[in-house]
Each structure stands twice: as C-alpha cells, then as structure tokens.
C-alpha cells in the first residue's frame, strides 16, 4: 500500500493543470502516485495513461 501525501497531491495538482484532454481524476492520481514512488504502471488501458515521466506497461503486449 502506498501513501498518498503532500507530494503525491502535488504531482497530482502538476498532471492536472499539464491535461491536453479530459481524464478521470482517478486516472491521474494513479499516475501521480507511480511518477512519484518511480514506479512502472501497468493496467491494459495504456492509452488513458499518457503522462510525462511515467512509464506505462500493457501486459496484454507483452
């Protein structure tokens, strides 16, 4: 389990005024969370999860 603090909101708050389209906020904060532990996400929605500094796996692709 992974904390959601102070800096994780921040990276949140950075995502969501970088957005160029609409995204769930839970996507973002998703991203927020793995930029901000410099972990890898994985999920086969890859294409919601276009962000800057996060890397996306799509185990369907591998």
Request: hydrophobic share 50%; proline share 6%; glycine share 8%.
């Amino acid at each position: 389990m992974l904390t959601v603090d102070v800096s994780v909101a921040n990276q949140w708050g950075r995502l969501i005024a970088q957005a160029g389209r609409p995204t769930p906020a839970i996507n973002r904060l998703l991203a927020a969370t793995a930029i901000h532990y410099g972990l890898k996400l994985v999920t086969r929605n890859a294409g919601d999860f276009q962000f800057p500094g996060l890397e996306v796996i799509n185990p369907w692709k591998i």
